[in-house]
């Protein structure tokens, strides 16, 4: 997987490691909230004209904190904490994300927006114990 080196370094050290061992079938909430967390920080960095993209993944953001919240007992400065740590603190150039093919993924959700707010929402819709599992 071309993804795998900045996913394991996504996913290394976190504040909310308590729930990487169980499993949800419908979706891991805590590695979508890693994964959009990385994902926003690598479009301030190297893509930093794609205004729409960001207010996309911002929103995105917001809305995994809102459900991880409302669902665990992290407060917010552990959410932040997870926040800094997923993002700014994994950063990599823009040549090494390119080549590891998550440029290409910013590009794919700018191309379909309305189809990545989808599969956000549904993922999102239930309440449940966010865990990290299945992640990718």
């Known amino acids: 997987m071309r993804f795998a080196p900045l996913l394991a370094t996504l996913l290394a050290v976190t504040p909310v490691a308590a729930q990487e061992t169980e499993y949800d079938p419908e979706g891991a909430v805590l590695c979508s909230y890693a994964i959009t967390?990385?994902?926003?920080?690598?479009?301030?960095?190297?893509?930093?004209?794609a205004a729409a993209l960001a207010t996309v993944l911002d929103a995105?953001?917001?809305?995994?904190?809102?459900?991880?919240?409302?669902?665990s007992d992290l407060t917010d400065n552990e959410l932040s904490d997870f926040e800094r740590h997923q993002g700014r603190?994994?950063?990599?150039?823009?040549?090494?994300?390119?080549?590891?093919?998550?440029?290409?993924?910013?590009?794919?959700?700018?191309?379909?927006?309305?189809?990545?707010?989808?599969?956000?929402?549904?993922?999102?819709?239930?309440?449940?114990?966010?865990?990290?599992?299945?992640?990718?």
């Open 60 to 71: 995105s953001l917001s809305q995994h904190r809102e459900f991880v919240r409302r669902n």
């Open 89 to 136: 603190d994994n950063a990599r150039t823009c040549e090494e994300l390119a080549a590891e093919g998550w440029l290409g993924f910013l590009s794919s959700i700018e191309a379909d927006v309305a189809g990545y707010e989808d599969a956000i929402s549904q993922l999102l819709e239930r309440d449940r114990v966010p865990v990290w599992n299945p992640c990718l």
């Open 37 to 49: 967390t990385a994902m926003l920080e690598m479009q301030r960095q190297c893509r930093p004209d």
